[in-house]
């Protein structure tokens, strides 16, 4: 399941602001509520907007938050064009979706949402989040690829490096070093592959 948090302000007289995390309704008051307006609010100041057309607004961030603001034809309670904000990030395990169930899990929640808070949203809206997550996705993706690379090589290295130095000593043998460095490189790849996330 994707984690979410829907976000929605001048929602009505009786109730300002709503805030939704996986289902579950959380006071804009509570702790919680605060972290999720912070992070929205650290996300406007300090992220990159991705995209900005069709009332869709996406903002992200290298470690593969992500904000989305929807605007929607229905008035908010002062008379303004009613937003619904999303926000999220990326699963770190990415095996634990692939990019098709994690659009769907999205677009489910948004949907059920948008239906529960009476603030349609338009098919062009989710072709554009589409996009944008897309994009999101195959950063953070082509990301972990390249620190995998790097952390095979540092694994790798670094005894053979150790190794080659020990091999300088009077009193350990050179091959015998760089054999038990060899071995422990290798077994440092096995380990590094075998807690890595796919990417």
């Known amino acids: ?7 929605v302000q001048n929602f009505n007289k009786d109730i300002p602001t709503v805030i939704f995390k996986n289902s579950r309704r959380i006071e804009a008051s509570e702790g919680e509520g605060q972290d999720i307006i912070r992070k929205i609010d ?4 300090h992220g990159s907007e991705l995209v ?16 989305v603001e929807l605007i929607t034809e229905q008035l908010d309670v002062s008379d303004r064009p009613a937003k619904i904000g999303i926000y999220g990030r990326k699963p770190s395990l990415s095996w634990e979706y692939s990019f098709e169930d994690w ?8 949907k059920e949402f948008s239906i529960e808070v009476d603030r349609s949203v338009k098919q062009e809206q989710l072709r554009i989040i589409r996009s944008g997550l897309k994009s999101i996705y195959y950063q953070h993706k082509i990301k972990a690829q390249v620190m995998l690379i790097v952390k095979l090589a540092l694994g790798s290295f670094i005894p053979i490096l150790v190794g080659l130095l020990l091999g300088i000593s009077p009193f350990i043998d050179v091959k015998s ?20 996330d796919k990417v």
């Open 1 to 7: 399941m994707a984690c979410l948090a829907f976000y």
């Open 42 to 45: 650290d996300l406007a100041l």
């Open 52 to 67: 900005n057309e069709s009332n869709v607004r996406i903002i992200h961030k290298k470690n593969a938050e992500f904000y």
């Open 103 to 110: 659009v769907f899990d999205i677009f489910d929640r948004v």
């Open 177 to 196: 070093s760089l054999f038990l460095s060899g071995i422990i490189g290798i077994n440092n790849i096995f380990l590094i592959l075998l807690i890595q």
